[in-house]
């Protein structure tokens, strides 16, 4: 059965997704970079810029495992740009230039229509207002594969406030933020029904997978 999952997504110590002041020059905010230095040191990080070498290990393991089976993808709109409001215009394409890492339909949610396109790749960004509804689109796209939210982390968690992820595999880096985007914020997990299933701390990082309980 098709699951909704989140894979790779890092978090600070005091629980923040990303640090504070998002801006087109600092896309994570100040700070945000930091959690993710274990990510960019891996292989299968490294190989997506096109360069050799990165490191192999638990690490890579978890990377790699992010994009199996996975069918459509769903984000926020501050994970695909830092245009508010309605849209001036449909020059902005996203962060990632002409071949974004998707490969695969990408349901951006917004309140503000704007047509789909697609791009190198195989990326087509499709751009819903709402969670049930980007949801039902995704899934219908993703053709019986999985799909996978890729933050940011309001975006996680409106889809855990509603129980609508299967599996939630986040991955705590030693840093601490002091504000920003907050992941956990206002959830009591184990009355939605998550528990954790495993954890494995790295030299990096310590992965964490939660499952909703069926």
Wanted: overall charge negative; charged content about 15%; aromatic content about 10%.
């Amino acid at each position: 059965m098709a699951k909704l999952r989140v894979h790779n997504f890092a978090v600070s110590l005091d629980g923040y997704g990303a640090g504070p002041t998002q801006s087109l020059a600092d896309p994570l905010g100040v700070g945000g970079t930091t959690l993710h230095t274990w990510a960019y040191a891996t292989r299968f990080f490294q190989k997506m810029l096109g360069n050799e070498g990165g490191t192999t290990g638990t690490d890579n393991g978890f990377m790699e495992r992010g994009i199996e089976n996975v069918g459509a993808w769903i984000l926020g709109r501050n994970m695909f740009g830092p245009v508010r409001g309605p849209w001036p215009d449909d020059s902005w394409k996203g962060w990632w230039g002409d071949n974004p890492p998707y490969h695969t339909p990408v349901f951006v949610l917004t309140h503000h229509p704007r047509p789909s396109f697609t791009m190198d790749g195989g990326t087509t960004f499709h751009f819903v207002d709402g969670i049930h509804a980007a949801l039902g689109q995704a899934f219908a796209a993703a053709d019986g594969k999985d799909v996978r939210v890729g933050g940011g982390a309001s975006t996680i968690r409106q889809y855990l406030t509603a129980g609508l992820i299967d599996q939630l595999h986040f991955a705590v880096a030693p840093v601490m933020l002091g504000s920003g985007e907050p992941l956990f914020a206002g959830l009591d997990l184990p009355k939605v029904g998550y528990q954790v299933v495993h954890h494995v701390p790295t030299d990096n990082v310590t992965h964490v997978v939660l499952e909703k309980a069926v």
